[in-house]
């Protein structure tokens, strides 16, 4: 499924990048509209984050980052690769609303170029694995069927035996990954919710039903996946909601082909709230009591994230017969030992245990020739 788009505008500097002309190409009936830089065309007003809209940008900053985390929690020491920013999914608890300041779909057509640079990086350091996301800014795969960045991931990724690269989407936009023969250093992750929660706050994304048939597809053709309940959001009945989640992973997935499960509940900062309240009047994310946390978002009181990720984690294990590499987001060491009987203790002891996760699937795979 391509989403609407209804006219591109390229940023100076842009036209020189072959993916600028292979993006005009495969979208050739779409209008193209020059302009200097982001303030250099009205956002249309009836469309506030401008979601129909492409940016071509020549990206200025580092396309290689830490994930920001906080210092405050225990965070997991992932790198995320900036291919663009903003989704044409619509999620009411979505962060980058917070971002009204730089609206439309972006794309940063200088990525070619840049990824040489970050191979240079990588490769300075052999004996460190690098777990690499793109889904943090963006959904990794929404565009893909414009951008076509699998195609240059795939070969970045297959010369660099000390990294792995995560897609973290809601879509089922999986037809060009099934088609690459480089699978191995590729991890397919979907992110999940109850049934409730992606049919009331996750506009636009697929039902999760759908989510979890792209995920076996992704599986039955040799990919690791992996998923991630974040946010995590109370409503009634959340039980039995989340439980359908989990009935609808034994339904299709194989758990031994999943290489970590993460679950974070909802938190935001508080500029998100006006936005929530403005754009998505008819949302529930609100409808509870928030504490402040430790990092200045608001967040669930303990006692409510303890059980959710208590309850949710154990509901994972049974149905898995294994540990199928729960992590928590952005938590304390104490909610850690009250959520799953053990912690990390530290971020460093949380990204070591995922580079183990990564460790175990790379000889797995090897010792079965795939
Ligand atoms: S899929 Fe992710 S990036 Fe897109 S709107 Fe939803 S939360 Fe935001």
């Not at 909802?266 to 936005?275: C, E, G, V, Y």
Request: glycine share 6%.
């Amino acid at each position: 499924m391509r989403y609407k788009i209804n006219k591109i505008l390229q940023e100076d500097g842009a036209e020189s990048f072959p993916l600028t002309s292979d993006i005009k190409n495969r979208l050739n009936d779409i209008p193209v509209f020059t302009c200097r830089n982001q303030d250099d065309f009205p956002v249309d007003e009836t469309d506030d984050m401008d979601k129909q809209t492409l940016r071509l940008i020549p990206f200025r900053g580092e396309f290689l980052k830490p994930c920001p985390g906080t210092n405050n929690y225990i965070c997991c020491g992932y790198m995320i690769l900036n291919i663009g920013t903003n989704c044409p999914l619509n999620c009411s608890y979505c962060i980058l609303q917070a971002y009204f300041n730089k609206p439309s779909l972006r794309i940063f057509v200088n990525l070619e170029d840049e990824l040489s640079k970050v191979a240079t990086s990588i490769d300075k350091s052999p004996g460190k694995i690098f777990r690499i996301g793109t889904g943090e800014f963006t959904d990794s795969l929404a565009l893909d069927d414009i951008h076509k960045f699998s195609d240059l991931i795939t070969d970045f990724i297959s010369t660099r035996k000390n990294t792995v690269i995560e897609y973290k989407t809601k879509t089922t936009e999986i037809k060009r990954l099934l088609n690459y023969k480089t699978r191995e250093r590729v991890i397919v992750s979907w992110s999940l919710n109850s049934p409730y929660i992606a049919t009331h706050e996750e506009h636009g994304a697929p039902s999760i039903e759908k989510r979890l048939i792209a995920a076996k597809a992704c599986q039955d053709e040799g990919y690791i996946t992996g998923f991630h309940f974040d946010p995590l959001i109370t409503h009634d009945d959340w039980k039995e909601h989340y439980s359908e989640t989990i009935d609808l992973m034994a339904k299709y997935l194989r758990p031994e082909k999943i290489i970590w499960i993460s679950m974070g509940c909802m938190r935001f900062l508080p500029s998100l709230k006006k936005i929530i309240l403005n754009r998505h009047p008819e949302s529930i994310i609100l409808n509870n009591e928030f504490v402040h946390g430790l990092d200045g978002k608001s967040r669930y009181f303990k006692p409510l994230r303890i059980e959710m990720y208590s309850f949710l984690g154990k509901l994972l294990k049974d149905w898995a017969g294994f540990d199928p590499g729960l992590y928590l987001c952005m938590e304390s060491d104490e909610i850690w030992h009250k959520s799953l009987g053990w912690s990390p203790g530290n971020s460093e002891g949380l990204s070591n245990y995922l580079d183990n996760r990564v460790r175990l699937f790379w000889d797995t795979t090897l010792e079965k020739g795939e």
